[in-house]
């Protein structure tokens, strides 16, 4: 026998990882290992932290998984997942993954044209839905996709109407599951005993900024060997917290539950609702953290809001810490030793400011915070070391798994990425694009051999993004290859750094930068409605609806101020000369970002081609007259005339 | 969906030939009507019929000058309105009267401070049986009227602070806290946005259909297509008379309802 096949062997995190170890091997010898003695999740439910032990979550990944053979699953039949983060989900993958199924993640925001598709590409066969709304989506598809059997749901919340053959509740999948277990008690050993490191364990659809989702097919090795890779840099622990708020559908989330969760043995963390994320993540103050930009994005703004209106006294106190925290983060980017002075000065900033300013944010014990997914400002980025946040920037995608590149302590630039994990090597072609190669590179897309031959050429996946190594070994992301401007002056120049950089003023939400190839730089602003409604409350100004207030004089005096702040110390001509603020903000369900909030910009170039028109005309207006589509598919007829103002 | 079990014929509540007067102003008009136990019963008319009048007279903010309010068979005309919500009836309001300074939770638990049966002594010692009783209580709030009205996020937030629409839940939270047999719901979606409506209109049905409640409903409200859609029986009322009172279907069809709406092309008209 295999030394990995050996489940009552504890797991030695620091052995390297073979392929004969896969996911339900390693999670079961973990389960074992803690048993009843640890915490592997907990659930905020009815207002209280509510804990879930190891052998809980054996004992119910076990019922699950053979119920779903009970059901008729076969090795390689596909598992697909919807809802929020809870732990029926994660048993649910789990279960999946142990009774020899491919799991697959579907965004919980997802409309039913994306769901019939994955449903319908994947050739899914038992599908977890978390309650009515996941089940409606489902019954609406299913005539669509003859493949899919049983439809699972947890949450009985709104259930009671609902009498379909094809629906069955979580507790009767396992209570199917334990009567098989008692009829053959040793079957869930022999599954997870089943199987190899390099099958495939999880079929991920990426959500693709110019055309329909591709299925990317990560193995069990390929998400394992990511997982100890990460480990490796940076350590966790068997009691750190963790907090899983964000998509399963995204792979940064599937890293750091699955991958990483699952070697170390960490406690997830599930809050409430989504709508309480940002209160459970204060709760539970988690250890490690792994979030888009936007996350901290967010994060900055709530801070720039309360700033706003903080009395006089806390206002200068935080002007004072911020302006020590800035400068000791300075110190730390140029490697410098900090003097006496600067320590005593810091150790101040903080017991004043940045220890309630941490505890509010839920970062008081973070070791290490990520992100990635996006590019992040440099102007974000520094705040959050200005707080005294260890904040890394990684560089990854779904294709290997994960990440590829991190940022090590001590050794943190603000305007790059880092350096590769162990066991990956990076390269860039002589056309400057990015290509990797490790253990985690995937298998390839699901019935796609064309775009599988693009990815991954002799062995090394193209990642189509466009970056270079500097001086200390660090790479540098640059921008997506397609994105990248050409100035009027010949220059290169990458839109998303000037976005990110517009992003930085809380008044502003979005930002799409126009300017390849043209006479100079356009933007097309989306306000955030909140924080400028508040604005416009202080100054008694009338609106009734976000179209009414982006269109504001004063609104536009304010978001001018706002650019020409981001503006500054940039070259003449990478600046913003002329702007308009959006009639809306850029929603998802509009095809207008992408689930991960990135923004598809062949789509809204063709979208918006009047207001694009406009901005390269010498007219100060544009009128538009167009139709807007709600969630719940009611039609409102828009008529306006947006504002263009040039900034001399 | 499937259409619910029909109500039981058991009367709950029954106004028989009430009257209110103002002065010279007639409010009421010797109104009759019979709610029976676990339907919703809808009252619609014009602004102005006497909708709200009808609805203090149930819940005892009024007393009618004649006729005879009854509760399970039992006159309760003489009753302060505190006694009547100890029989089981419970109301919301149609401009919300929730107290703003303090948290969604604090309004809720006042809700239940009805079923709290120790005082102020043991509640200071707080041992034993208070303690047990608080969590009972707390429990209760937690897993049926929070889970239930989706407002975990704003459990510890002044309900000044809330937008309108969330302010109309937290005051439903609050009635349904009482754990009442008849909930009177006065004009629970006006002033929301479509959204908000359908939210509220999932909330009343759950509360009405759900095992854990079959609380019977007395609606009034505006929206004709919630209404319609949500009704076991519709009562139409105008200048202080019935009109009819019947299925929505029939109300729908009778001349003389229509009549009364002449002119309020609203009638039909659900939200665009």
């Known amino acids: 026998m295999q030394p990995e096949h050996d489940l009552n062997k504890p797991f030695d995190a620091t052995a390297e990882i073979t392929t004969d170890l896969t996911i339900p091997r390693l999670f079961y010898r973990q389960a074992k290992r803690f048993g009843a003695n640890r915490v592997a999740m907990r659930e905020k439910e009815y207002g209280i932290w509510r804990p879930i032990t190891w052998q809980e979550y054996l004992d119910n990944v076990r019922a699950i998984a053979l119920g779903l053979i009970r059901l008729g699953l076969e090795p390689g039949d596909k598992v697909s997942m919807m809802g929020a983060n809870r732990p029926e989900g994660l048993w649910a993958e789990m279960a999946a993954l142990c009774a020899g199924g491919i799991g697959v993640w579907l965004f919980q925001d997802c409309l039913m044209e994306e769901v019939r598709y994955i449903i319908d590409h994947s050739d899914t066969k038992f599908l977890f839905g978390e309650g009515q709304e996941e089940v409606d989506k489902a019954l609406s598809v299913v005539n669509e996709c003859p493949k899919l059997q049983k439809i699972i749901w947890d949450d009985p919340k709104g259930m009671r109407h609902y009498h379909q053959k094809i629906l069955m509740s979580l507790e009767e999948v396992k209570a199917l599951g334990r009567e098989l277990d008692r009829e053959k008690p040793e079957l869930f050993e022999q599954l997870i005993q089943r199987g190899h490191g390099d099958d495939t364990a999880l079929l991920f659809y990426t959500s693709g900024t110019t055309s329909l989702p591709k299925g990317a097919l990560l193995s069990h090795h390929n998400m394992l060997s990511m997982g100890q890779s990460l480990m490796s840099v940076d350590p966790c622990f068997p009691t750190d917290d963790y907090v899983s708020y964000l998509p399963f559908a995204w792979i940064g989330e599937q890293m750091m539950s699955i991958s990483c969760g699952l070697q170390i043995g960490y406690t997830i963390n599930f809050p409430e609702s989504p709508e309480t994320a940002q209160e459970n993540i204060r709760d539970i103050g988690p250890h490690v953290m792994f979030a888009p930009p936007r996350m901290y994005e967010q994060m900055t703004r709530t801070v720039q809001v309360k700033y706003l209106d903080a009395t006089w006294l806390k206002r200068t106190m935080y002007n004072l810490a911020s302006r020590i925290g800035y400068h000791m983060a300075d110190l730390k980017f140029q490697k410098k030793p900090i003097p006496p002075v600067w320590r005593f000065l810091s150790w101040f900033a903080y017991i004043t400011v940045q220890k309630k300013l941490k505890d509010h944010l839920g970062l008081s014990r973070v070791r290490n915070a990520y992100t990635g997914g996006a590019a992040m400002g440099p102007d974000h980025f520094r705040f959050f070391h200005a707080m005294g946040v260890n904040l890394k920037q990684i560089y990854g995608q779904t294709e290997v798994a994960g990440i590829s590149v991190v940022h090590r302590n001590g050794d943190i630039k603000f305007d790059t990425v880092g350096l590769p994990i162990p066991g990956t090597e990076i390269r860039i072609t002589e056309e400057g694009e990015i290509i990797t190669k490790s253990a985690s590179v995937f298998k390839g897309y699901y019935k796609n051999p064309e775009a599988t031959a693009k990815a991954i050429r002799n062995g090394w996946l193209h990642s189509d993004d466009k970056g270079f190594i500097d001086d200390d070994g660090h790479l540098v992301v640059f921008d997506r290859t397609k994105d990248v401007f050409t100035l009027r002056d010949g220059k290169l120049f990458s839109p998303q750094y000037l976005e990110t950089r517009l992003k930085f003023s809380p008044y502003i939400k979005d930002s799409w930068v126009i300017g390849d190839r043209k006479p100079f730089i356009t933007a097309v602003l989306c306000i955030d409605y909140s924080v400028v409604g508040k604005w416009a409350d202080e100054r008694k100004m009338n609106y009734t609806n976000y179209q009414e207030l982006s269109q504001k004089p004063e609104v536009y005096d304010l978001i001018e101020k706002q650019i020409r702040q981001a503006n500054k110390d940039l070259p003449e001509a990478a600046r913003v000369y002329r702007f308009t603020n959006l009639y809306k903000e850029f929603d998802a369900d509009d095809d207008e970002l992408t689930r991960t909030r990135k923004l598809r910009r062949a789509f809204v170039e063709k979208r918006y081609k009047e207001i694009l028109d406009a901005l390269y005309s010498d007219t100060d207006t544009v009128h538009i007259d167009t139709t807007i589509k709600y969630e719940d598919g009611r039609l409102s007829h828009v008529v306006t005339d947006l504002a263009i103002r040039t900034i001399t | ?272």
């Not at chain 2, 029989?87 to 809700?111: A, C, H, P, W, Y």
């Open chain 2, 1 to 272: 969906m499937q259409a619910k079990p029909n109500p039981s014929e058991e009367v709950l509540l029954e106004l028989q030939d009430v009257s209110m007067y103002f002065g010279k102003v007639t409010a009421l008009s010797e109104v009759s009507l019979q709610i029976r136990k676990g339907e919703i019963h809808s009252v619609i008319g014009p602004n102005g019929a006497g909708k709200t009048v009808m609805m203090n007279c149930i819940s005892g903010v009024y007393r009618p000058q004649k006729g005879e309010v009854r509760y399970r068979g039992k006159v309760i005309n003489h009753l302060r309105p505190y006694e009547r919500a100890k029989l089981g009836i419970s109301r919301t309001f149609q401009k919300v009267e929730v107290f703003g300074g303090m948290t969604v939770l604090d309004n809720i638990r006042l809700g239940r401070h009805i079923h709290m049966k120790s005082g102020i002594l043991s509640g200071a010692i707080y041992k034993g049986k208070t303690a047990r009783e608080e969590i009972e209580h707390r429990k209760f709030i937690e897993e049926e009227i929070i889970d239930l009205l989706e407002i975990e996020h704003i459990r510890n937030k002044p309900v000044g602070m809330l937008p309108y629409g969330l302010q109309k839940r937290v005051e439903l939270g609050r009635a349904l806290a009482l754990e009442p047999e008849l909930l009177i719901l006065d004009e629970p979606l006006a002033g929301l946005n479509l959204e908000e409506v359908e939210d509220m209109a999932r909330f009343i049905l759950d509360v009405n259909e759900e095992k854990r409640w079959q609380v019977t409903c007395l609606l009034v409200e505006h929206d004709m297509g919630v209404v319609m859609d949500l009704s076991d029986r519709v009562f139409v009322l105008n200048f202080g008379n019935m009109i009819m009172d019947g299925t929505p279907a029939e109300v729908q069809s009778n001349p003389d309802v229509i009549k009364a709406y002449l002119g309020e092309e609203d009638l039909y008209a659900t939200r665009a």
